[in-house]
């Protein structure tokens, strides 16, 4: 076996690459393999007791894979199904993002409009603008971090929640950096119904749910599971419901209910043209410190999607459209004990059936050795053998690629002749050249 350890000057990531044999499977049963395949995946989370959810492939608009497993309702053994509804959370923002760029396209609000007509009395109002709120890049104070839990089951009214947000201290100063913030996305739904002088949820149902015929979809409030709508959950020896998030609290930055298939159903429309024009979408698609306006970019094997996670109470959620692959991922979760982003990768891995590229370890050898960067000296990659813990996959040509979970995939190119190394990730480039001493 042969295997790596890269060195950073970073961070310290450890790797292996292992010789294997390509896969002698015939294209067409693999395909078929992954049905199979995800399903054994999820009824072993299940039958350990780690996890509760409903996941949806799609391809082109198809369904090409669906799964539901555990309960909505643990007291009662109800079981969740294909159209079991789940708290979204923060995905809900993609809806509050596609919102505004409906109404730019309308001329209604413009990126570069600063908000202190909207919020007079917020700290830096007239530095910040729609587009700052939509990067999470305005400096403002997200309201989620401090003793959310000692509230978040009570009642608070708009101007309540305002006020909160308008009496923290800022951050940092408008655009000097971005900093995932939950009050910038409650801020741009009160933009939204001064706008159109409508609810948040009216706007939510006229102008993104209605069209699209998502008919389990809608701003939520209290848990209804006569209404299919499912608990969650925390485990401590066994589980217990967890206390519900009162959804005044949230608006625009994550109070949707939706189902795994309306939510594969709208992220598929918004990047095949039927929410917003190619040019807002490149706009959304835009990274700027990690943060596009209302959409993550993900790397997930080698693969490029764009999409958005979340989080609340015991919900999770997680929707990903590749758009070169014209895939829709969406999981959505009631209960966890594993790490959602983990099961997700998971899924994803056995759908994409990725052929492991043959190497020998004479090849290998000669990638062996100390990189230096040449804009920064400081930044240091050694290849060394008998050492590993993630595995380094190989895709041919002289490039390695290691895949994470919380960060984009991280790509090395090697020369033919091992003396430079190109690393790459996401926007991030950097070429470091072999020392010919030791």
Same mark, same amino acid.
């Given at each position: ?43 072993? @989370?299940?039958?350990? &007791?780690? #996890?509760?959810? /409903?996941?949806? $492939?799609?391809?082109?608009? *198809?369904?090409? !894979? %669906? ?35 409906k109404a730019l396209e309308k001329n209604k609000l413009t990126l570069d409009k600063t908000i202190e007509i909207f919020f007079p009395k917020l700290k830096n109002a007239n530095k910040i603008t729609i587009a700052h709120l939509l ?12 003793n959310f839990l000692e509230y978040h089951t009570q009642y608070k009214s708009t101007s309540e929640m305002l006020s909160m947000i308008s009496n923290y201290k800022s951050d940092f100063e408008p655009n000097d950096k971005g900093d @995932?913030?939950?009050? &910038?996305? #409650?801020?741009? /739904?009160?933009? $939204?119904?001064?706008?159109? *002088?409508?609810? !948040? %949820? ?124 014209? $895939? ?52 240091e990659s050694t290849f060394i053998k008998d050492e590993f813990k993630e595995p380094l996959v190989y895709k041919g040509n002289n490039r390695f690629i290691m895949n994470q979970v919380y960060a984009e995939s991280i790509s090395f ?26």
């Amino acid at each position: 076996m042969n295997k790596l350890i890269l060195i950073t000057a970073f961070i310290t990531l450890l790797f292996s690459c292992t010789k294997t044999k390509k896969s002698t499977l015939p294209v067409k049963e693999n395909s078929e393999k992954y049905q199979v395949k995800i399903d054994s995946l999820l009824n072993t @989370y299940l039958e350990a &007791n780690n #996890f509760m959810g /409903s996941i949806e $492939l799609s391809h082109k608009g *198809k369904t090409i !894979y %669906k799964n539901a497993v555990g309960f909505s309702d643990i007291k009662t053994s109800k079981k969740v199904d294909s159209v079991t509804k789940y708290r979204i959370g923060s995905a809900s923002k993609i809806f509050t993002a596609t919102l505004i760029f409906k109404a730019l396209e309308k001329n209604k609000l413009t990126l570069d409009k600063t908000i202190e007509i909207f919020f007079p009395k917020l700290k830096n109002a007239n530095k910040i603008t729609i587009a700052h709120l939509l990067q999470h890049r305005s400096g403002i104070h997200n309201f989620t971090k401090d003793n959310f839990l000692e509230y978040h089951t009570q009642y608070k009214s708009t101007s309540e929640m305002l006020s909160m947000i308008s009496n923290y201290k800022s951050d940092f100063e408008p655009n000097d950096k971005g900093d @995932y913030s939950n009050s &910038n996305y #409650f801020l741009l /739904s009160l933009i $939204l119904e001064k706008t159109y *002088k409508s609810s !948040y %949820k009216d706007l939510i149902h006229n102008k993104i749910c209605k069209p699209l015929n998502l008919y389990d979809t809608y701003v939520g409030n209290e848990i209804n599971i006569n209404n299919n709508e499912a608990y969650s959950y925390i485990y401590d020896k066994e589980w217990s419901k967890f206390p519900e998030t009162n959804m005044s609290i949230l608006k625009g930055s994550g109070s949707i209910v939706s189902t795994s298939k309306d939510i594969n159903n709208f992220i598929e429309a918004l990047f095949t043209g039927k929410l917003i024009s190619t040019k807002s979408l490149s706009l959304m698609k835009t990274i700027k410190d990690h943060y596009g306006m209302g959409l993550f970019r993900y790397k997930i094997h080698d693969r490029q999607g764009y999409g958005h996670r979340g989080h609340i109470d015991g919900f999770r959620s997680t929707s990903i459209y590749f758009p070169e692959e014209k $895939l829709s991922f969406t999981l959505l979760s009631n209960a966890s004990k594993v790490d959602v982003n983990n099961i997700y990768s998971e899924i994803l891995n056995l759908y994409f059936n990725d052929v492991i590229v043959d190497i020998s370890e004479t090849e290998i050898e000669k990638f062996v050795g100390k990189y230096i960067s040449l804009k920064d000296k400081t930044h240091e990659s050694t290849f060394i053998k008998d050492e590993f813990k993630e595995p380094l996959v190989y895709k041919g040509n002289n490039r390695f690629i290691m895949n994470q979970v919380y960060a984009e995939s991280i790509s090395f190119i090697f020369s033919p002749d091992g003396k430079q190394l190109t690393f790459k990730q996401g926007d991030y480039k950097d070429i470091l050249v072999k020392k010919t001493t030791p």
